[in-house]
């Protein structure tokens, strides 16, 4: 899915609204009653809304999977709309995922939440046995929205690479590309495969410090930091 000019500009910034809104959430624990759309003060079917739900994928309904936190209809609607509205490229893995795992998200959140069945099967993994470390550490943080607390093909696989994802991870944080970094890490902290000399923890919580400006990289490390936690 891609988006140029005024529309592109738009939807990055609704990106960034709802990712800062759902870190917020993470941050501050399930305390309070979370409804994402109705923060948004849009409809459930902006066309923008629902092309920023589809950048972020299950990463909408971040709140109830690591905390239990009610879903509003109005979130439902939201996902369930950017999954109908932006239908996977079955040639592109990052697509094909990012869509499974926004269904799949649905499908488990509550009754009629999906836009439709969830696939009975994964997508394929057989991508993430070869390439390039900086291969694998692009394409796992493409996919960071599914490094969550429900168990999935891509952990397994994550753990098998996980000096190559060390490795992508201290590049990103010397190259300050803190989503990246974050991404990376959150997956590293999902498989629970980080080795010790890594400092995996320190390296999220600078990122939180000097890289949050971007509100998915603050998303990615909440989520990271939840996860070690052992939430959910």
Do not use: C, K, N
């Given at each position: 899915m891609t988006t140029t000019g005024r529309n592109g500009s738009?939807?990055?910034?609704?990106?960034?609204?709802?990712?800062?809104?759902?870190a917020s959430a993470l941050h501050n624990g399930g305390g309070n009653p979370f409804d994402l759309s109705a923060s948004l003060i849009t409809h459930a079917d902006d066309p923008v809304a629902l092309a920023a739900a589809r950048v972020l994928g299950a990463d909408v309904l971040a709140p109830w999977a690591f905390l239990g936190m009610p879903v509003s209809q109005g979130d439902l609607a939201l996902a369930g709309?950017?999954?109908?509205?932006?239908?996977?490229?079955?040639s592109s893995v990052p697509s094909t995922w990012t869509h499974w795992g926004l269904t799949a998200a649905?499908?488990?959140?509550?009754?009629?939440?999906?836009?439709?069945?969830?696939?009975?099967?994964?997508?394929?993994v057989a991508w993430a046995v070869d390439g390039s470390w900086q291969q694998i550490t692009h394409r796992f943080a493409q996919l960071a929205s599914l490094a969550g607390p429900t168990a999935t093909a891509l952990l397994p696989a994550a753990a098998a690479r996980a000096d190559d994802?060390?490795?992508?991870?201290?590049?990103?944080?010397?190259?300050?590309?803190?989503?990246?970094?974050?991404?990376?890490?959150?997956?590293?902290?999902a498989a629970g495969c980080a080795p010790a000399s890594l400092g995996l923890a320190a390296g999220l919580a600078l990122v939180a410090q000097v890289g949050a400006g971007d509100a998915r990289a603050a998303l990615h490390v909440r989520a990271a930091q939840a996860l070690a936690r052992g939430e959910r």
């Open positions: 738009a939807v990055h910034e609704t990106v960034q609204r709802i990712a800062h809104t759902v709309g950017a999954a109908r509205a932006f239908p996977p490229d079955t649905l499908h488990r959140a509550g009754p009629g939440g999906a836009p439709a069945a969830v696939a009975a099967a994964e997508p394929e994802l060390s490795r992508g991870f201290v590049r990103a944080m010397r190259r300050q590309d803190w989503v990246q970094a974050a991404a990376v890490g959150r997956w590293l902290a």
